[in-house]
């Protein structure tokens, strides 16, 4: 029953991206191709990076967790919500990471779903001028640069419910690359913050056992 669920979903987003990609001029297919390659490229090479940055914290947070367990009184329920705050973040992580991977493991769907998200933006001239800034990027740069060329641009109204039938490119463009942006800062900063909250339960188990 899954599968044919599955099935449906799939044939809807397969017939709704043909139904745009009508709307996306020759010019747009182009910057898209070529925006899709460095897209492509970018997160090819961060693949293992984010992982070990996203592993990094893993030890401590499951530290942090531990000693909320074991933990008496007020003292196991901070350190205990303080390491479901990291877990969660780094879980959220993992699961853009994981959907971002599949969202380029075809660059041709990507750059066709590219072409088609120019062409939703009503201004077809001025999104295909900035997404031709992307070619210029690189590595983390290339999420940044997208953030940006989008920040400036008006979306039509039905936007969110359209991109909704972009399941690759929607990764690339507003609201998700703002999120994706922000769930990236957040793990970074996760690797220092989470070796600290670490000794602090630490500290605090010990002195609450004292």
Partial sequence: MRFRRSDRLGAQANAAVSDFATRADGRATE?????????VLAVRVLRVPTAVVASLPIPFIAATVVLGLVADGSVGVVVL???????VVDGLFWARRHRIIRA??????LATELAVMLSMTGKVDEA????????G???WRV????????????????????IGD?????????PKIGTTITISVAT???????????????VGTVAGAI
Avoid at 81 to 87: E, N, P, R, T
Avoid at 104 to 109: A, L
Avoid at 148 to 162: K, L, S
């Fill in 81 to 87: 919500a303080a390491g479901a705050v990291l877990a």
């Fill in 128 to 135: 295909r001028g900035m997404l031709t800034q992307v070619a």
């Fill in 188 to 202: 970074l900063w996760l690797v220092p913050v989470s070796v600290v909250v670490a000794l602090f339960a630490v």
């Fill in 143 to 162: 999420l940044g640069r997208l953030r940006g060329i989008w920040r400036g641009t008006q979306m039509p109204v039905h936007w969110i419910e359209e």
């Fill in 137 to 139: 990027a690189g590595g």
């Fill in 166 to 174: 972009l399941p690759r490119a929607r990764y690339f463009g507003p």
């Fill in 104 to 109: 380029v493991d075809d660059p041709q769907r």
């Fill in 31 to 39: 910057v898209a191709g070529r925006a899709a390659q460095v897209i």
